[in-house]
């Protein structure tokens, strides 16, 4: 029997999968957190829906959506998260020796990170549009009453996007695997957004 999926229907199954559970992920692993006794496996009332979440619930995370048979701590990719952010070259492979099924898995703990962080950012009041840029140097954005007014009010440098044209992958000369994954972060500026000023480019 061969497979008629490709990859990329693979991938995009999985990813449908787990969005349809990611609310349910999120709370599971905000009680995680919360009834965490140190030892990975917390007390807990009552027992989830589905085996993704009851496996949150219990400090890991499984490979796949629907009938995981693997699962990894949320302790270790916690681990692995904050070794990647100071060398991104360090793979997870080498951390675990663990096939790639399991990248998938961090890629579905980050997605619970940023959706816990969203909810911090809507209680703090700070979805507001633009509020990191108004908000990240209050040297040079915060206004008292009758301060003068500076001829340069900040100053601005870039690169150029010298960095960021490195992720096209006709760099490396690859095929890119697109899929429907989709940055949640005011940091970055979607395409459209961008290709309104391109009349403007001097």
């Known amino acids: ?60 995370l499984g490979c796949t959506p629907l009938y995981p048979t693997v699962a990894i701590s949320l302790r270790t990719l916690a681990a692995y998260h904050q070794m990647h952010r100071v060398c991104p070259m360090f793979s997870f492979q080498a951390l675990c020796f663990l096939n790639e099924v399991t990248t998938f898995n961090v890629h579905v703990y980050l997605q619970i990170l940023q959706c816990v962080n ?23 954005f915060y206004k008292v009453e009758d301060e003068p007014n500076l ?19 006709a760099i490396y000369r690859t095929n890119a695997r697109l899929d429907s994954h989709k940055v949640q972060s005011d940091f970055w500026i979607d395409p459209n957004t961008v290709d309104k000023f391109s009349g403007e480019v001097r």
């Open 1 to 60: 029997y061969i497979d008629p999926q490709t990859r990329s229907n693979r991938i995009e199954k999985e990813n449908n999968h787990w969005s349809t559970q990611m609310d349910v992920l999120v709370e599971a692993y905000l009680d995680y957190r919360y009834c965490d006794s140190e030892d990975g496996m917390p007390h807990i009332d009552g027992m989830p829906g589905s085996p993704s979440d009851h496996d949150v619930y219990h400090g890991y």
């Open 118 to 140: 969203q909810c911090l950012c809507i209680a703090l009041k700070r979805n507001t549009p633009n509020w990191h840029l108004l908000n990240a140097c209050p040297v040079c």
């Open 151 to 169: 001829d340069f009010e900040w100053l601005v440098t870039m690169d150029g996007n010298n960095s960021l044209k490195r992720w096209d992958s």
